[in-house]
Every structure is written in C-alpha cells, then in structure tokens.
C-alpha cells in the first residue's frame, strides 16, 4: 500500500507526547502495512520505545544518534534511585560532537525518505535540534520539497521554527497545564521515558 500524497506533521510545544503521538501514528501506519522509519535526535538512549522496538520486533526501522552526556554515571544513577528527569540535563550544552551527530542523524533521514522505501519518516526531537543550531533548516526544508510524493513526514519536539511550521499540513503543539514534575515527581520508567 503507498499513501496517496504525504503530508507534513509537526508535534511541538512544552507539554507531554510528542513523541507518544508519532509512535501511535506509527502503530497506525504498519497496521495498514505502511512501512515506517524513525530516527531519533537529542536522547540518551535509555527510552522505553527504543526497547520495545527492540524487544518486540515491530516492522519499523529505528536509529537512534545520542547526545553526547557528560555525565552518564549521574544519569545512571538517577535512573537507579527514580529521580531521572527522562533526559540529559547536560547535554543542553551541547559539544561539536553533537552537531556531528544531529548531521549523521539528519543524513540517515533524508537518505531514508529520498530511498523511497518508507512511507512514513519520523524525524523525532529533529526541532530541539534545530533549536540548539545543531542543524540549519534550509536543507531540512528542501527535504521536505524534494520527498517522494507519498511519503508523509512527521517532526517532533519543542520550539519548532516557524520555517517548518509554515509548510506543515498538522501542526500540533501540546501545552503544558500541569506536569508531577512541579511536585517534584520525576520522571518514571515506562511513562515519561
């Protein structure tokens, strides 16, 4: 099956489940036998969806390309004792590694939406690392223009440019009302991360 003509999502805001609302598109895709490609930017690779792919054997091909953390023994920690706030406080300072690795994932990307072998990408916290100028939007944007024409995209993760969202079909910004985090409940295994 191949979609009639893609379109362009863009997940965004402060609130929670942007990446949840791509993975559930993504569920949605391969019930309908659309094959499916994500690659993700800005974690630590300690995500629950990173091992249920893994673990479950989905029909969707996953990378992922981590920031660099200067401080993984903390991490892990926190991880231990459940104080984990479900990313790398350090790493939003980030090194040229970083950058290095937003181009590797970037590339992977578009080599995966110019391969026409997918009919969803999902670029997932692709804006976080446009918002810390690890990547420029223009080639992003040519991406966009240059995919195969039933190929629909999705970009998620906070501050997106108003470049992507000005030629998004679905913008979507999920708002923060209230998160345990101001109770000083962190973020928990299999909710949050």
Do not use: W
């Amino acid at each position: 099956m191949r979609l009639e003509r893609g379109l362009v999502h863009v997940y965004t805001g402060d609130g929670k489940g942007k990446t949840t609302a791509s993975l559930g598109l993504a569920l949605r895709a391969m019930g309908h036998g659309l094959r499916v490609y994500m690659v993700q930017f800005m974690k630590i690779g300690y995500t629950g969806e990173s091992l249920a792919l893994r673990k479950f054997g989905l029909p969707m091909t996953f990378e992922s390309f981590n920031v660099t953390c200067k401080n993984q023994e903390h991490h892990d920690e926190e991880i231990r004792n459940g104080t984990f706030a479900g990313y790398c406080r350090d790493c939003f300072l980030p090194t040229q590694f970083d950058s290095a690795l937003a181009e590797k994932a970037f590339n992977q990307g578009k080599l995966a939406v110019s391969s026409g072998n997918y009919d969803l990408v999902i670029f997932d916290e692709l804006n976080v690392a446009l918002n810390m100028n690890l990547l420029p939007l223009p080639p992003i944007l040519s991406m966009i223009e240059d995919r195969p024409p039933y190929t629909e995209l999705v970009f998620t993760g906070r501050n997106a440019p108003e470049g992507l969202l000005g030629i998004a079909d679905y913008v979507t910004v999920m708002g923060l009302k209230r998160h345990p985090y101001m109770k000083q409940i962190f973020a928990r295994k299999g909710i949050e991360f």
